[in-house]
């Protein structure tokens, strides 16, 4: 694994890379009569599409299992689309201002232009699905329904700093696993996977997706918004607790607790963050981050060797140490 682990998702996807182009193709002409009204608006989206995760693995998995087919470059843009509509929307949420590196869409063009984009390339997004088959549909509209889901719990969670780690976790299923499940599943289904193996790689792309989002909560606590490129600290300008929050108020004697609850409320960083440090919290969080990581692995255990399979080992590890 560390012979193809590079340290950037460029590298990883070298094999893939044509099939991403193809897909990155079907995106743009499905968006291409919007160029004239809303041109500067539409170019601007290409800021928010910079890994190409979701449908990296959607073809990475197709190419592990099986053969490739022009059903998964149509998938792999209509995911991405999905993905982007979500991180538009979560910038609204977020009140972000930044988006790898450059100002958001909501900065730009006000709140209700980035929800009526977001709303946009989901409506496209499902067109495209509807031009596969209806089983595509089903997957994926079962799909988004958790990511809407996972999402509004949320929001309404925001400021509960009672949250239980249990809570935490049916969240991130479905904010952030539903889709990386999502895509591998539908990678093995089309390239003709059998049932054990499309059920193996939907479990890989959960694990692989829950350790993602508590990789990103963790950069959202302690990284740099430099390196990063977006706004950082947001879980705690809205009191949304995270693993590493809710592992410390579990460790902390009550009385520390309290304080610490008090700090949350006043927004308080350096307390929080001093906090962490004494419980172990983040190295908790990275730990069970790296658990589901080597979970992720051993569900590629079912696919025959090759370079595929050995980058999808290889981005369970860049998943949770990348820095942006």
Request: with cysteine.
């Amino acid at each position: 694994m560390t012979a193809v682990f590079a340290g950037s998702s460029r590298s990883l996807f070298a094999p893939v890379a044509k099939h991403i182009e193809e897909a990155d193709r079907i995106f743009a002409n499905t968006l291409a009569t919007y160029r004239s009204p809303f041109g500067s608006l539409i170019q601007h989206l290409r800021h928010y599409r910079g890994k190409r995760l979701r449908p990296a693995l959607l073809l990475l998995t197709a190419k592990a299992c099986g053969e490739m087919s022009p059903a998964h470059h149509t998938l792999a843009a209509a995911v991405e689309m999905i993905h982007t509509a979500t991180l538009v929307h979560d910038d609204v949420l977020d009140e972000a201002e930044l988006r790898r590196h450059v100002e958001t869409v909501n900065a730009g063009w006000g709140n209700k232009v980035s929800i009526l984009l977001g709303d946009m390339l989901f409506t496209h997004a499902f067109h495209l699905t509807s031009s596969v088959d209806r089983r595509a549909c089903e997957i994926i509209g079962e799909a988004t329904n958790r990511v809407c889901a996972g999402e509004l719990k949320q929001v309404t969670e925001c400021g509960n700093l009672d949250l239980t780690e249990e809570e935490y976790f049916a969240i991130i299923e479905g904010k952030t696993a539903a889709l990386t499940m999502c895509c591998c599943r539908l990678g093995a289904i089309y390239a003709g996977a059998n049932e054990d193996v499309m059920d193996a790689m939907a479990n890989y792309g959960r694990n692989l997706g829950l350790a993602f989002q508590i990789a990103d909560d963790l950069l959202d606590l302690i990284g740099h918004e430099h390196t990063a490129g977006k706004t950082l600290g947001t879980d705690l300008e809205q009191r949304k607790l995270t693993l590493p929050v809710i592992h410390a108020l579990r460790t902390l004697p009550a009385s520390e607790a309290h304080k610490l609850r008090d700090a949350l409320t006043k927004g308080n960083a350096r307390y929080l963050l001093d906090s962490l440090q004494r419980t172990h919290s983040i190295a908790y969080a990275r730990r069970r981050a790296e658990d589901l990581a080597r979970a992720a692995r051993r569900q590629l255990e079912c696919l025959p060797q090759s370079e595929c399979r050995a980058i999808l080992e290889a981005i369970t590890e860049w998943c949770i140490r990348r820095e942006k």
